[in-house]
């Protein structure tokens, strides 16, 4: 009975990894450089796509601490001017959207989509409002716009994926039933 329970944990444990992995994946992909053509692609802020998701499905996938290095790294890994602006900014947008968490989760994939792009536009304009301030001079928008529409194109075909790690996820349920498994087990040892 115990090989079988730690069978399940380690299944409940590679499970629980997927999106995790899949999120450092969407991480490097941004920040990846191309060749012209292709770097347009490249350009969709995937973090913030994949944090949103997160935060409006299964927030406790993405705790605030997560959240913060996420951005950090983000930041430092892509040379920003102003590192942990996108940590401060992913966290304020984590805590907004765990708010309205009750009416998002409701609602079809056109009003999630919707709320996607304002929480976006409000992301990214402040990202550039920041940079214009630290460089004393408005900066041009254009890289900002191209991440804005980029975002927003790119943004159902990343949700299907996210969605189908969604899907391997355990259920609450699952999670629990494991947990009694291996504190029966234990109390047999």
Known sequence: MSDLALFDRAELYARLCVPYIFMAL?????????????????DAPFLLIILFYWSVFRPTLVPP?????????????????LPGLSAVLLLLLRIGLVDQRRYLTGQGFMLVWLAYTGASFLYLLTQWAAFSLIHLQALPIHEFVTAYIVGIMVFPFVYILIHMTHKVLPSNKETLRSRRSSQKAKLWL
Do not use: E, M, N
């Open 26 to 42: 969407l991480l490097i992909v941004g920040l990846i450089s191309v060749p012209y053509p292709l770097a347009l692609l490249f």
């Open 65 to 81: 601490l997560l959240v913060f290095f996420a951005g950090l790294g983000h930041d430092l890994l892509a040379g920003l001017p």
